[in-house]
DNA sequence: TATTGTTATACTCTATAACTATA
DNA sequence: TATAGTTATAGAGTATAACAATA
């Protein structure tokens, strides 16, 4: 496929290692966070968030899974817990029947609100306070342009189901 | 703590979005190709690659699980099963007859052997392709020191035990 | 027949607390 | 008493395949 060669330079090898590092600690600390305050898992706030976000509060499951990325299971149980602690509703789409709507309730945005400062919190001490504005510019530009990239070109297995002619 | 602002900035919350983005795809498709190419988990394939690089392919299970973050018990199973899989051996230290000697056998090598250019493959694919040398450098910069500002201010909750003073 | 979503199931991973053994 | 590691246990999360219902 690619015509770039199979190794990583040191600088590619150093960028990579850091990256991922950064991200693994950020990530386990945000979980943390989550967990401790609002009793969330990170999908279930991810979850929460796009709904916080959409017009109505509310979302198709597939559209959320699609942000996600994970599979329709997972996306059923985590929406089921979410429903059981009254977070979130569903409901069939009245366009179509075959689908549900799920919405954030009010309950679900006090809890948004309750955990959304010490995410900050957390992402600020550990991601921005060691950047100034110029290193906050470059990395959006460039998280911008991957995720971007990635968007665009999907993995391949990033298929949502397997087609029959596979 | 910090005297800075509670919120983000919009270029901030933009770069925290794509970074995370790109973070949680990267890591999902890594996941997976270690997983089908090696049968290994994230943290197995971490705890080879340590082993991989340290002299005479061993470390302690405390230097090990320092480097993974993750809880003592987590790595003592991680270890069992890499074990079980004749990937690494695992021995009392002659010095301290408390400490476990994790050494990676020859075919964990064979396994990270396997597994190895695909997972570069899947690095360069999806976040290298789409950076220029320029690119590379800052991020490499930036990432570097944001992991260096985290090794040497490690956030509260990464205490190995709880202390009785607490 | 294709799509949406749920269910059943089995498995992996993680963390906490209790425990053993050595320093 | 403190440290290194294991064990027991319990819970959360994930994915695959089979299924039901609607388009």
Chains 1, 2 share one sequence.
Request: glycine share 6%.
């Amino acid at each position: 496929m690619s015509t770039r060669p199979p190794q990583l330079s040191p600088l590619e090898l150093s960028a990579y290692f850091a990256f991922t590092e950064v991200s693994s600690l950020l990530r386990h600390e945000v979980e943390k966070q989550l967990r401790d305050v609002g009793k969330l898992s990170y999908v279930q706030f991810h979850v929460l968030a796009r709904l916080g976000d959409a017009p109505g509060g509310s979302q198709r499951m597939t559209d959320l899974a699609d942000g996600v990325v994970y599979s329709r299971s997972g996306l059923t149980y985590q929406a089921q817990t979410l429903e059981e602690r009254g977070l979130v509703t569903r409901a069939p789409s009245p366009e179509d029947e075959r689908s549900t709507i799920v919405t954030i309730t009010d309950a679900g945005r006090a809890v948004l609100a309750d955990v959304f400062p010490g995410h900050i919190g957390v992402v600020r001490s550990m991601l921005f306070d060691s950047l100034d504005a110029t290193d906050v510019e470059v990395l959006e530009r460039v998280m911008t342009r991957v995720s971007g990239h990635l968007r665009s070109n999907p993995p391949r297995s990033a298929a949502p189901r397997r087609r029959k002619s596979d």
